[in-house]
C-alpha cells in the first residue's frame, strides 16, 4: 500500500485551516432558520411578511476567492420611500465573488462608481455617495436618471464637474434604516444604523415606520465587522481603536474630508477650472456637490485617509488589515465619504458572477447561540404605557427569543430579535399597570420593567 505524502497532507490541511480562520469567510450572516425579508406600504405601519429570504443563504471558498450567495433583502424592515419611489427591496439572486487575499493599489487609483462598491455582512449592497445625478452646466439644470429629469449628456459613465452626494438629496426617500432601493436592488449609502438611533435626529420617518439597522452604534465598544469593500478589505462601524496599533481606548474614528469655505461653485478644491455648478443657496446648499468637500491630511491616527479608511488593528485582524470606517460626526449623523471612497485603497477584483467556476468548499459555521451580558441589551422605555423595546447593543448573527414575565413569573409574551436586526417589540397597551420582567430565552438575568 502506498503511504501518503505527509508534506502534501500538511499544506492542504494548512491551507484550510488558514482559509477557515479568514474573518472575509466566518463573519457572515448565513440565514440558517428561513428567516424573510419585511416591509411597510406607505400610510400602514404594520410590516408585511415577505417570501423571499433575508441576509446571506450560502458562504463558498477556495484559497483565493469567497463566493457570497444572497438575495440582498435584510432582516430589519425596509420601507416605505417617502420621495415617491415606487421600488421595494427584492431578489437580487447574487452571487459575490470577493477575494480573500486583497492588495493594496500602488497605481492608478480605482475611482468607485454608481452601483455595488461592496456588500454589508447580511447580503445588502454598498453604494458610494452618488445618486446618478449630476449638474448640467450647458442648461444650467440638474440631469440624470430619475423621473422629471433631462438625461445627462454623454449617458451613464460620463464625467461632470458637480456630482449630487445622495445622503443629503435623498434623504427624504431613505427609510428608518438609512437605505432604499434601486429597481430592486436595495442599499445603503451610508452608515447602516437607523436613524432613531443618531444623537441628532434628522429625520422623521422612524416615527411611523419603526425599524432599526445592521447594527447600533456604541462609543464604548470596538465597532463591529459590517462588511467588505469591492477591493476586498473589511468595512467596520463608527467606533474603533485611537491607535492603529489597537491601543489608545476606543474613539469615534473621524473621516478628514470637510466642507469648503465657498460660495460660488467654479475651482474643484485642487484648484481645477471646470464649468460652473449653481451658486450656494438654500436649494443647494453646501454639501449637496460631492466636490463641495476637501481632504484635509491629519496628523492624528485617528482620522482616516483620502480612501476613508487606515491600516490597523482590530479585534478581528489582530495582525492588522487596511480598514474602512462607516464615519460618522459628532451627533453620528452620516459623515462624507460615508464608507468607501471616492477611490479604493485596494486593487478593485470582486464582481458579481452568476456561477462558480472552480472548486470550492461550503463554509458551515459550528458557532452555537452566544451568551448577551447584562450590557450588551436593554429593555426601554422604562417606565412604559405604551410599547416595551429590546434592543441588542451590537450585530445579531443568530435569532435570540426574548420573553415577557408578570412579577409572579407568568410568560406573557415571546418575541424574536432575528439575526441581522437588534430590536424586538411589545405591546404593553393590553398589559395592567405593576411590576414586569424581560429575559432572553435560555441565558441567564433578567430586566425589570414597570408598566404604568
Not at 452601483?115 to 442648461?139: C, H, M, P, Q
Not at 436618471?145 to 458637480?162: D, E, I, R, T, V
Not at 483620502?306 to 487596511?322: M, Q
Request: hydrophobic share 30%; aromatic share 12%.
Amino acid at each position: 500500500m502506498k503511504k501518503p505524502n505527509l508534506l502534501f497532507l500538511l499544506i492542504v490541511c494548512g491551507q484550510q485551516a488558514m482559509a477557515q480562520l479568514n474573518p472575509a469567510i466566518e463573519h457572515w450572516m448565513i440565514n440558517s432558520t428561513g428567516i424573510t425579508g419585511r416591509h411597510y406600504i406607505q400610510g400602514n405601519s404594520t410590516p408585511i411578511n415577505e417570501t423571499t429570504l433575508a441576509n446571506v443563504q450560502t458562504v463558498q471558498y477556495s484559497n483565493n476567492w469567497v463566493y457570497v450567495t444572497t438575495t440582498g433583502v435584510p432582516s430589519y424592515i425596509t420601507g416605505p420611500f417617502m420621495d415617491g419611489n415606487p421600488s421595494l427591496a427584492t431578489n437580487q439572486n447574487a452571487i459575490f465573488k470577493m477575494p480573500l487575499n486583497p492588495t493594496q493599489n500602488t497605481g492608478t487609483l480605482t475611482n468607485t462608481t454608481g452601483g455595488n462598491i461592496g456588500i454589508f455582512i447580511n447580503g445588502v449592497a454598498l453604494f458610494d455617495y452618488r445618486d446618478g445625478v449630476a449638474w448640467n452646466s450647458t442648461s444650467n439644470t440638474l440631469c440624470g436618471g430619475l423621473p422629471g429629469m433631462s438625461p445627462c449628456p454623454g449617458g451613464p459613465g460620463a464625467s461632470f464637474s458637480w456630482n449630487r452626494d445622495a445622503i443629503p438629496a435623498e434623504k427624504m426617500g431613505f427609510d428608518c434604516s438609512k437605505g432604499h432601493p434601486a429597481n430592486g436592488n436595495y442599499h445603503h449609502h451610508q452608515n447602516p444604523s437607523a436613524f432613531k438611533l443618531d444623537l441628532t435626529v434628522i429625520s422623521n420617518v422612524c416615527d411611523l415606520y419603526d425599524a432599526d439597522g445592521l447594527y447600533v452604534i456604541d462609543s464604548t465598544v470596538h465597532s463591529p465587522l459590517i462588511g467588505y469593500a469591492y477591493d476586498g478589505f473589511p468595512i467596520y462601524g463608527a467606533y474603533g481603536y485611537k491607535n492603529t496599533d489597537g491601543t489608545g481606548g476606543i474613539t469615534r474614528v473621524k473621516s478628514s474630508y470637510q466642507l469648503r469655505n465657498i460660495s460660488t461653485r467654479v475651482v474643484w478644491a485642487d484648484g481645477t477650472d471646470v464649468p460652473d455648478g449653481p451658486i450656494v443657496s438654500t436649494t443647494y446648499p453646501l454639501g449637496y456637490f460631492r466636490e463641495d468637500y476637501e481632504f484635509i491630511n491629519h496628523a492624528q491616527s485617528d482620522y482616516l485617509d483620502v480612501h476613508n479608511g487606515r491600516f490597523c488593528v482590530t479585534p478581528e485582524y489582530p495582525n492588522g488589515i487596511y480598514c474602512y470606517f462607516a464615519t460618522v460626526n459628532e451627533e453620528w449623523n452620516s459623515a462624507y465619504p460615508y464608507v468607501v471612497g471616492p477611490t479604493f485603497y485596494g486593487v478593485k477584483t470582486a464582481s458579481k458572477v452568476t456561477t462558480i467556476t472552480e472548486t470550492v468548499t461550503t463554509y458551515t459555521s459550528s458557532t452555537g447561540i452566544s451568551e448577551l451580558t447584562d450590557n450588551q441589551w436593554s429593555a426601554y422605555p422604562n417606565p412604559s404605557n405604551e410599547i416595551i423595546m429590546v434592543q441588542v447593543n451590537d450585530l445579531t448573527n443568530q435569532t435570540y427569543e426574548v420573553e415577557l414575565y408578570d412579577a409572579l413569573g407568568k410568560l406573557i409574551q415571546t418575541q424574536p430579535i432575528v439575526q441581522g436586526s437588534t430590536i424586538a417589540y411589545f405591546n404593553a397597551d393590553t398589559l395592567y399597570k405593576g411590576l414586569y420582567y424581560v429575559k432572553v430565552k435560555g441565558q441567564n438575568g433578567s430586566k425589570k420593567i414597570v408598566i404604568q
